[in-house]
């Protein structure tokens, strides 16, 4: 038995939702650190406005009885609060009444590094909103509240996984990184940047070498490229190893089975090694432009500017949640493959009997 993930909802659209599959039951949430995980998402210096309007919180639908897990698929939904302004543009259904509030007029502007143009070439759509919709990172939100629920089992293990920004613009530095936030703001641009992804008290043995997909290192990868602008992903010190000796490169052994150094991110042949997970994922700078780029206008073939819609200056803060969330996900699953258990207790009792026969040493 594996963790499932389904989710769908469009950005300006009712509600964004999620279907878990396999949790084990037995498992506690608490809905204050889920909805504090879609706060954290929701921050961050260089956001848009479009932060304030929404308050995203968690409602459950089915899977959980006074607030533990029933074993069976747990059904989350986090509403757009903003779709009140766009009830007769994303309303489900054909619209009745007079057009009005946002979203009425089709758009066909692509923006250059979105999913715009791609979008509508590959699904037949003639109005650009019908790709961009569900290509924005606003559906991230559901995504956040599965890592919270994924976050929730690991700690039952020990397991701590947290995400900060390390990069925004090439500054580094909480006011380096403000400073290129404001002076990008300034010049009415967008930047990229860099997160990191640190989980501790992982234990060695998730993931597996056995095919090329159970590798926990490739699934971290796929997971954390998954997310929108995420153009590179980096584990343990990544592309720096290719440019040592091997000497240097690799995490040399103690008696005690302690590491002198966690150059490989705690991933060896794709199997947790017990030193801590390190990942790292790089966004491209945003591709809404408030100064915006050259395109071409698809309902007539002539040159013409990109969409301007309200965007972000930066969103490499609410990155870093969203990448903690996609890291967490991928060890629950991990976890569960290992471990299993329908109920909670049993999925603890291997675990407990697993690391009593590898001894507890890797635990420092
Ligand atoms: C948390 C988060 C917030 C984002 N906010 C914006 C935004 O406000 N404006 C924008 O143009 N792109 C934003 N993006 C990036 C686009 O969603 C992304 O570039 C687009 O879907 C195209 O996908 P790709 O960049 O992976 O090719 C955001 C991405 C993330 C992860």
Redesign the pocket.
Known sequence: MTLGLVTAGESHGPALVALLTGLPAGLRLDREAIDANLGR?QQGYGR?PRQQLETDRVEVLAGLRHGLTLGTPLALVVRNLDHKNWQWGMSPWPPEGEPEGKGTKPVTLP?P???DLAGVLKYGHEDVRNALER???RH?AVHVAAGAVAKALLAELGVVVAGRAIEIGGATGDEGMRKATDAARADRD?LGGIVEVVATGVPPGLGSYAEKADRLDARLAAALMG?????AVELGDGLALARDRGSQAHDEIDPGLARRSNRAGGLEAGVTNGEPVVARAA??P???LMRPLDSVDLATGDPAQALVER??VQ?VE??AI?AEAAVAWELARAAREKFGGDALVDLLAAHRSYLARIGDTWRR
Request: hydrophobic fraction near 45%; avoid cysteine; charged fraction near 20%.
């Open positions: 998402r848009s923006r590094g979105h999913a290509a924005s990172a991230t967008t997310i929108q602008a995420v153009k966004m491209k945003l591709p809404t965007s972000d969103a609410a990155l969203v």
